[in-house]
């Protein structure tokens, strides 16, 4: 299982963005993943990496109070995929975002079936003021 995330970029001040993180499988087309819970954490240089957003298996959001209001965090299970809206960006939104998850998988070709963590590649979000 794996997890790949995208949509970074530059933006000026007061634009938006959408990350997505994609959760796969080792063979695409024998596994199902399903995305139970999933983070949104980024990270500046000589800081540690800072939780923004959270999504529970039942919906349930929390964010950083910095980006209350402004980021939302969505799942969509038909995709396999879970996405970070983030609007009215500010400079100091800048940072390399990462998304994290506890997957649960079904591999048909084994078969076998569990749950994992998985961290996805960053993806650097930089805002101009």
């Known amino acids: 299982v794996q997890l790949q995330a995208s949509g970074g970029g530059l933006v000026q001040a007061g634009g938006s963005l959408r990350l997505s993180c994609v959760a796969s499988?080792?063979?695409?087309?024998?596994?199902?993943?399903?995305?139970?819970?999933a983070n949104w954490y980024r990270q500046t240089p000589g800081k540690e990496r800072e939780l923004v957003a959270a999504?529970?298996?039942?919906?349930?959001?929390n964010y950083e109070n910095s980006v209350k209001g402004r980021f939302i965090i969505s799942r969509d299970n038909n995709k396999s995929t879970v996405y970070l809206e983030m609007n009215r960006l500010r400079p100091e939104d800048t940072a390399v975002y990462y998304c994290?998850?506890?997957?649960?998988?079904?591999?048909?070709?084994?078969?076998?079936?569990?749950?994992?963590?998985?961290w996805g590649q960053g993806t650097q979000v930089t805002v101009s003021s």
């Open positions: 499988g080792s063979s695409p087309s024998g596994t199902k993943v399903t995305i139970e819970t």
């Open positions: 994290n998850a506890r997957v649960m998988y079904i591999n048909y070709e084994i078969p076998e079936t569990g749950r994992v963590d998985r």
């Open positions: 999504i529970s298996e039942g919906g349930g959001t």
